[in-house]
């Protein structure tokens, strides 16, 4: 396998994150521990103590007396390269249709170091909130681009990574979105899956690098595309993934254009089980959300892009009940502008509640959302919640400053009722990326930099 994995000298070296004002574990039992600690032996989770019991010895002690301990976030549906058209004025007051028509032009200059400088930004800027694991549609492949550029970003900054080979066939011409010059070959995609998939693609336990199949949408990709690819993730034993339903809009083009629901469409054409999950979903109908129960599918909510582009409030609560898997995803950050997966979980509290009244959702269901709700959506068992055998993913959140001064009469719910902060600690597969709030995998100071420049040229063409 291409992806790296934690260098065999540090299986036993082992980490304590001793005395957490809460230990949210997120397991089972949903049980949160004052006063718990928690040890990691290379990269998994070796235990998990009560306050009282006997601590055991460890290379490193991590006091958490004034953090909230938990599992990493899980971030399902991000672009990183949309990091580079953050606030662009041409998009910044359109919905969804009118914004991709603007920044379609702009993206079609990316270049490779373009794809690899703004997936470890928008990595970078995903670890500092807490995020362990993410996901990137990346679907379109100017001027030598390919998903290599993002696995290389994710393998030098060490985040836990879903690569997804996402694709664009049907441009304007034959009556999709997308100009005819961002659009690819069906044959040539499809060959570059399994390219990618053979290469990259590590179905182990505690795997730092998946591949997902992914084209882009319906109103970008024919149907034969969608059932191939399908078929393709069956046979290699990969996940699905591709945008469903995200406006009124959206759903017009698959009545007007299949005759059929996006729901629909999805499980005619083999885009529905629990290796399949879809971004947006906000116009999923109550027989879309059957379908989805039914049959395991995925949904990752994205309420900032959602709110952003005005394209309405998912029904998650509705998604939920019905036992929908659903995960949170920050999106593209053009559609968004930030990656902060706590300020997402925020804001997915609050979006509820607008739409939906104040029991919609409380904290601790959101933030269920972002851990074992996205682990239950990207197909992993190894990764959501915090007990023996689990990966070592951990983030430490330290609730004792201003920002939550008064707010600890419940430290967990404080994380979102109160301003979103920082990760103070942060650890991915037993390796500790943030510490005292600062990366310690990448410089940010120069690669904001590049990333900025890199940035005027992309939009200044």
């Not at 299986?11 to 304590?16: A, F, S």
């Not at 919905?95 to 200059?109: C, E, G, S």
């Not at 030098?156 to 999709?176: L, Q």
């Not at 920082?422 to 709030?437: L, Q, W």
Request: hydrophobic share 45%; charged share 20%; proline share 5%.
């Amino acid at each position: 396998m291409a992806c790296r994995v934690i260098r065999e000298q540090d299986m036993t070296r082992t980490t304590l994150f001793k005395n957490a004002l809460v230990l949210l574990t997120m397991d089972h039992a949903r049980r949160e521990l004052a006063g718990g600690s928690v040890l990691v032996r290379g990269n998994r989770i070796a235990s998990v103590h009560a306050a009282g019991d006997s601590l055991p010895a460890a290379d490193e002690v991590i006091d958490c007396s004034r953090h909230v301990v938990m599992p990493g976030l899980i971030n399902t549906h991000h672009h990183m390269y949309q990091s580079l058209t953050r606030a662009v004025p041409a998009a910044q007051d359109a919905d969804l249709f009118a914004w991709l028509k603007a920044l379609y032009p702009i993206w079609a200059r990316l270049t490779p170091e373009m794809i690899h400088v703004s997936t470890q930004t928008a990595m970078a800027e995903l670890m500092l909130s807490g995020c362990t694991t993410s996901s990137d549609h990346l679907y379109i492949y100017p001027n030598g681009c390919r998903l290599d550029d993002s696995i290389a970003a994710a393998q030098d900054i060490g985040m836990r990574f879903h690569a997804a080979r996402g694709a664009m066939s049907v441009g304007e011409s034959k009556g999709g979105l997308p100009p005819d010059r961002v659009v690819e070959d069906e044959p040539a995609i499809l060959k570059d899956m399994q390219r990618l998939v053979e290469a990259y693609h590590d179905p182990s336990e505690c795997s730092m690098c998946r591949v997902v199949l992914a084209p882009c949408s319906p109103f970008s990709v024919s149907t034969d595309l969608m059932r191939e690819s399908a078929a393709m993730a069956r046979t290699f034993n990969v996940s699905l993934h591709t945008h469903l339903a995200e406006n009124d809009d959206d759903v017009a083009y698959s009545l007007e254009k299949f005759g059929c629901t996006p729901a629909q469409y999805a499980e005619d054409l083999g885009w529905t089980g629990p290796d399949a999950w879809h971004a947006h979903c906000v116009k999923l109908d109550d027989d879309g959300i059957n379908r989805f129960a039914r049959t395991g599918t995925g949904v990752a909510h994205c309420p900032c892009s959602n709110m952003r582009l005005a394209s309405g409030i998912a029904p998650v609560g509705k998604m939920r009940a019905a036992g929908v898997n659903v995960g949170l995803g920050v999106d593209g950050s053009a559609s968004n502008d930030g990656a902060h997966m706590l300020g997402e979980a925020r804001q997915a509290l609050l979006l509820q509640r607008v739409g939906f009244g104040p029991a919609a959702m409380t904290a601790r269901q959101s933030l269920e959302l972002a851990t074992r709700g996205g682990a239950a959506v990207l197909n992993r068992k190894d990764i959501g919640h915090i007990a023996p055998g689990m990966a070592a993913d951990i983030v430490a959140f330290d609730v004792g400053g201003l920002d939550h001064a008064g707010a600890l009469h419940d430290p967990v719910a404080a994380l979102l009722f109160a301003a979103p902060v920082r990760a103070a600690f942060s650890m991915i597969n037993g390796r500790v990326v943030v510490r005292d709030g600062a990366l310690t995998t990448a410089g940010v100071p120069a690669l904001v930099r590049r990333h900025n420049h890199l940035a005027r040229i992309l939009v200044n063409g």
